[in-house]
């Protein structure tokens, strides 16, 4: 079974320019999570989609950050104007059942962002 | 606020000892706590799960235990080995699906 694949792996950037990560969940997979991890810490949730519908962006930095969701199935995550501070980890995760379901989460490799 | 502590950065053992990791959490209380192991360059791996009436649960070397008074939970990896060196998360989890990770400890297992 193929694991949750993210692209690209790595992305260098200058400020200001817009930049997107695309995630493809496990096949079945209902429940879909980005997240960013800064170095030395644990991944910090930016937004959770349950098939097609996002349940939970309440951490999503709206002005700058989207994410969609087409057909329930793969993700893409953008950024734009990217800042210095946005350099980190961005991990993308998916779980077969949705909320209330107790899942384990799996997660794909992440992409690492370098804003210069 | 909510928060997930990991009191060591980082824990360096000797080869075929027991390591000891701990994770403390506030101001909420999570119906289950996760452990992952996250290797650099790759994405956090599932390795326990323990429910909030749970005490002590097992899976080969590894045991986690979960102290609701204490608010609380230790990752025990016995028989250590350097390839058990990697970062280890702590994940507590609500109702939902959401998981609040706490910062990790880096283990190094010494040959």
């Known amino acids: 079974e193929a694991g949750v694949v993210q692209s690209p792996r790595y992305k260098i950037i200058e400020k200001k320019q817009p930049v997107a990560f695309w995630c493809n969940p496990i096949?079945?997979?209902?429940?879909l999570y980005w997240y960013l991890q800064n170095l030395g810490q644990g991944p910090e949730l930016l937004i959770r989609?349950?098939?097609?519908?996002?349940?939970?962006d309440s951490q999503l930095p709206k002005d700058r950050f989207s994410a969609e969701r087409l057909k329930g199935v793969d993700s893409t995550l953008k950024i734009q104007p990217a800042e210095l501070g946005d350099s980190a980890v961005y991990l993308c995760?998916?779980?077969?059942?949705?909320?209330?379901?107790?899942?384990?989460?799996?997660f794909g490799p992440g992409t690492r962002l370098t804003v210069l | 606020s909510q928060k997930i502590e990991q009191n060591s950065e980082a824990l360096n053992i000797q080869e075929g000892k027991t390591a000891t990791l701990t994770c403390n959490y506030t101001?909420?209380?999570?119906?289950?706590l996760q452990w992952y192991r996250q290797d650099p360059g790759r994405g956090p791996v599932f390795l326990l799960l323990?429910?909030?009436?749970?005490k002590e649960k097992r899976k080969e070397r590894l045991k986690v235990t979960f102290d609701t008074t204490l608010k609380q939970s230790l990752f025990h990896i016995t028989a250590s080995q350097p390839a058990d060196s990697a970062t280890y998360l702590c994940?507590?989890?609500?109702?939902?699906?959401?998981?609040?990770f706490g910062t990790g400890t880096r283990l190094t297992v010494i040959p």
């Open positions: 995760a998916s779980s077969p059942g949705t909320s209330g379901s107790l899942d384990t989460q799996y």
């Open positions: 096949s079945g997979h209902n429940t």
């Open positions: 989609y349950e098939n097609e519908e996002a349940v939970d």
């Open positions: 101001n909420y209380s999570p119906a289950y």
């Open positions: 323990i429910r909030e009436n749970e």
């Open positions: 994940a507590a989890q609500t109702g939902a699906n959401n998981l609040f």
